[in-house]
């Protein structure tokens, strides 16, 4: 997968999801713990794969991922 919009999507569903690259664009859904980078070994995405499974966390959304952007930003345009 090359979009972060998954990851967006997941972390925002709280629902778990494993990154099969070295890195993420999206580094706040590592933060959050709904994401995992797996890497490009089949031991490194094995082993993520266990731990995602191991883990038994409430996950919560980053802060301003409430589905009010436009509200925020038609504020601050009419205060202009």
């Not at 959050?32 to 499974?53: F, H, P």
Request: with cysteine.
């Amino acid at each position: 997968m090359r979009s972060g919009g998954l990851q967006e999507e997941t972390t925002a569903l709280g629902v778990p999801c494993i990154t099969l690259r070295e890195n993420t664009e999206r580094p706040i859904t590592i933060k959050m713990g709904t994401n995992v980078l797996g890497g490009t070994s089949k031991d490194s995405i094995l082993k993520a794969y266990r731990d995602s499974m191991k883990k038994k966390k409430k996950f919560s959304v980053p802060p301003k991922w409430d589905g009010k952007a436009a509200e925020r930003i038609w504020k601050v345009l009419n205060s202009i």
